[in-house]
């Protein structure tokens, strides 16, 4: 009878020892586990970008994620986690409603084998005008995270609208003729083949080239481009400033703003793609902290690109005086421009500055934007 709970208690022992043994092995394990996959997230190479450097309000662009494990060990369940602007809608993302903050948390999951390397896509459709940076980037494992620097940027230019809503029908002397058409250019010259950009017309689609360069999309559309029949200035001024006689609602303010600044890079952009040399000023706040724009009459893709990217990052609210805007031009004697003023409201100082332009020899538009339809 001892002897039998001896041995009771001896197969007890054992497989007690045995248990022991293996929950310690395990843990040592999990641990060396633990170990060598915090040393291959430390050694994972993370960057992205965005396919353009510049797009319109509501057109869509690519997020791309490159992610690369530079480890011979495989990690799993690796999730980037990012604060991305709401304006920035990502598609499939759904937003939390309850966080109305202006960025919300965003996750990418990835499985990784040893020196593998990943390249995401996420179609974006770029909400609000903008000027959108993204700077760092997380990684969260146990109860440590790794911080990446993964800046990327990108510009949203204001809503295009058709430029036949900016030019409205008014006689200009062109010549010995009236035209509402002033941006013109030489139906029968050829000077070359470039991309495709925002409002370029159809009938100047080059389409055997668009079918050689091998691109879907807008990317691949080529379209041709043509000299011009004469060189023309144009000058637009968007002014933010109010009149204090007369307040506007907040949410209306902003929309007379984004709606001159549409009218103003259609005005530009129309210009660019015509051939004539445009310039542009404002007296508007910058995210950046300047309290006005102030482009040269220029001409060239380049200056239009400038001139979109600095209209990204207005903000609705007024910086310098407008007068002062118009005042600078009066005293270097500005002249033979079209010039364009885009104004919530006009006053007789502002009347008075328009003769005054007149007087040099320009011919002047005004817009009130307070009688526009977005």
């Known amino acids: 009878m001892n002897s039998y709970i001896y041995l009771i208690d001896a197969d007890w022992f054992r497989r007690l020892t045995v248990g022991f043994f293996a929950l310690v092995f395990l843990a040592i394990l999990f641990y060396i586990g633990k170990l060598l996959r915090e040393r291959a997230i430390a050694k994972l190479e993370y960057s992205r970008e965005f396919s353009e450097k510049g797009v319109y309000e509501t057109d869509h662009v690519y997020l791309i994620e490159t992610i690369r494990n530079r480890s011979i060990l495989p990690v799993f369940f690796v999730n980037v986690e990012a604060?991305?602007?709401?304006?920035?809608?990502?598609e499939g993302y759904i937003r939390d409603p309850?966080?109305?903050?202006?960025?919300?948390?965003?996750?990418?999951?990835?499985?990784?084998?040893?020196?593998?390397?990943?390249?995401?896509?996420?179609?974006?459709?770029?909400a609000k005008?903008?000027?959108?940076?993204?700077?760092?980037?997380?990684?969260?494992?146990?109860?440590k995270v790794r911080y990446l620097s993964a800046p990327a940027e990108i510009y949203v230019y204001p809503r295009v609208v058709p430029i036949d809503k900016v030019l409205k029908?008014?006689?200009?002397?062109?010549?010995?003729?009236?035209?509402?058409?002033?941006?013109i250019y030489d139906p029968f010259s050829f000077s070359g083949i470039r991309n495709y950009m925002s409002g370029d017309p159809f009938n100047i689609i080059?389409?055997?080239?668009?079918?050689?360069?091998?691109?879907?999309?807008?990317?691949?559309?080529r379209v041709n481009k043509r000299d011009y029949c004469s060189s023309r200035n144009l000058l637009v001024y968007l002014n933010f400033q109010l009149d204090v006689d007369f307040p506007v609602p907040t949410g209306e303010y902003e929309r007379m703003m984004e709606l001159g600044l549409s009218y103003a890079s259609a005005l530009i952009r129309e210009?660019?793609?015509?051939?004539?040399?445009?310039?542009?000023?404002?007296?508007?706040?910058?995210?950046?902290?300047?309290?006005s724009?102030?482009?040269?009459?220029?001409?060239?893709d380049l200056h239009l690109e400038a001139i979109l990217r600095e209209m990204a990052k207005v903000r609705p609210r007024v910086g310098i005086s407008f007068l002062s805007l118009l005042e600078e031009d009066i005293k270097n004697v500005l002249h033979d421009t079209e010039i364009y003023i885009l104004t919530p409201f006009e006053t007789k100082m502002v009347d008075d500055y328009i003769r005054n332009f007149e007087l040099l020899g320009n011919s002047v538009t005004l817009i009130k934007l307070s009688e526009e339809e977005y």
């Open 293 to 300: 724009i102030r482009y040269p009459i220029e001409s060239g």
């Open 169 to 183: 029908p008014t006689s200009h002397l062109f010549g010995d003729s009236a035209t509402t058409r002033r941006m």
């Open 206 to 221: 080059n389409f055997k080239a668009t079918a050689r360069s091998g691109s879907l999309g807008l990317d691949g559309i």
């Open 98 to 126: 309850k966080k109305p903050a202006p960025m919300q948390y965003f996750t990418s999951r990835f499985h990784l084998l040893p020196f593998m390397k990943i390249r995401r896509r996420h179609l974006i459709k770029c």
């Open 271 to 291: 210009a660019s793609y015509n051939g004539y040399r445009a310039g542009f000023a404002a007296n508007c706040v910058l995210v950046t902290g300047e309290t």
């Open 129 to 143: 005008r903008g000027y959108y940076v993204l700077e760092t980037a997380d990684i969260y494992y146990g109860k």
């Open 83 to 90: 604060y991305v602007y709401n304006a920035l809608e990502i």
